[in-house]
């Protein structure tokens, strides 16, 4: 609409090689009163870049940059007009679901699903997701304490600058996950990339690392109770996939041995 945005963050880091802001390594500057904005010592290469939303942990996907060493240059950012918004609730409470995340990831020419953004609710359960692009989404609700399931709308469409309100979700009690994944040879297998595919062939995030630890460990709270795919993979070292079924209030152990492909 062209209004400028000021003291909004921000964040830019070299293409698929940092971890989600704010984590991992990021570049960033605060827009001023003018939505001017200017970050020094940018390697070459491309770049991905993202912007601050309502506080500092919210964050927008706008886009990509090519940097070329040694120039200096404007890049302006120009937002889309859509939005989209709704309410989480607590479904075993039957109350708003104060302090839980939301995520949109938007369908790509390719078919395969990439994270756009990442809001908050409200103490209401309200969230809202600012300057979207017209397409396809699935938004991930997911609780920030106790033991509720994740929940997923699907098949939002949004047309270039639509406002689309009522995107409600209700979580239920959900279960946890340990993981642990092995090498052919039994030992643990540290920086695994994990997957987790609900009984809808549904791929969903549960944290911004998804990646096994030093251990080969890595637990997951907060699952939907159904049956689910988990495939782990590692370069070099191959994958492995198995189904479990996740019952509310339950946790469940799950082992992985990696195959060599």
Known sequence: HGQVLAGRTVMIAPFNKALPPPLGNWSSATTDAAGVYAIPDLQPGLHEVFISGRVPSEVLRVGALQVDAGAEFVHDIELPGA???????????????????????????????????????????????????????????????GSLGQEVADGIVLVAGEARAGVDLALHPGGRLALMVRDASGAPVEGATLELVDENGITTPFDEHGLSNALGAKEIGGIKPGRWTVQATRAGLGSARAEVTITAGARHALELKLTPQ
Request: aromatic share 14%.
């Open 83 to 145: 939005s989209l918004g709704g309410v989480v609730r607590d479904a075993e409470r039957n109350e708003a679901l104060g302090i839980g995340v939301v995520v949109a990831m938007l369908r790509g020419a390719n078919g395969a699903y990439e994270f756009v953004a990442r809001v908050f609710t409200d103490s209401d359960g309200r969230y809202r997701f600012e300057f979207l692009p017209g397409g396809e989404y699935r938004v991930f609700a997911y609780a920030t304490r």
